[in-house]
């Protein structure tokens, strides 16, 4: 048996797949301290643009026949620059900005429900946790709730 946040975390992946051919995403992956293992910014900015995805917690309530449980998890994008889309039309080539996929990931997971054993997603949050320009590294995270019923 999967536990719940692990088919949270394959579920988000999977709708988030579309990226990889409408922006040019490169990475769609899960554990997002992945980030933190990398050495260098140049070698983080290799794997750019990026999503990972990150279970981060879950609160069980006890009910007669089933138990709801509510859960979290953080979307983490890299990107070499915020606004990708008015830098593409000065000439940088760098591919879509954190803001394009913060968009698109809002688009697809926000009020969704991207899987019959999850309720309807919903953003609480987005927030810049890292930037340099000098190395080419921008990092935005946006948190995601939703619920999903479990049997006892």
């Not at 933190?36 to 983080?44: G, I, N, T």
């Not at 968009?103 to 949050?125: K, N």
């Not at 930037?131 to 999903?148: D, F």
Request: aromatic share 4%; with cysteine.
């Amino acid at each position: 048996m999967t536990h719940e946040l692990e088919t949270l975390e394959d579920a988000v992946i999977a709708a988030l797949e579309p990226l990889k051919a409408s922006l040019g995403v490169k990475t769609i992956e899960a554990d997002p301290e992945q980030l933190l293992d990398e050495d260098s910014p140049q070698r983080l900015s290799m794997r750019f643009p990026a999503i990972f995805v990150g279970a981060e917690r879950i609160r069980l309530e006890w009910r007669n026949q089933y138990d709801l449980a509510g859960l979290e998890l953080t979307v983490v994008i890299g990107g070499r620059n915020a606004r990708g889309t008015s830098r593409a039309a000065r000439g940088d080539s760098q591919g879509p900005g954190v803001f394009d996929i913060l968009e698109a990931v809002r688009g697809l997971l926000h009020r969704q429900s991207i899987s019959g054993l999850l309720g309807e997603m919903h953003c609480t949050a987005e927030e810049k946790i890292g930037s340099s320009p000098k190395e080419g590294v921008c990092l935005w995270a946006a948190s995601y709730q939703t619920k999903a019923a479990i049997e006892p």
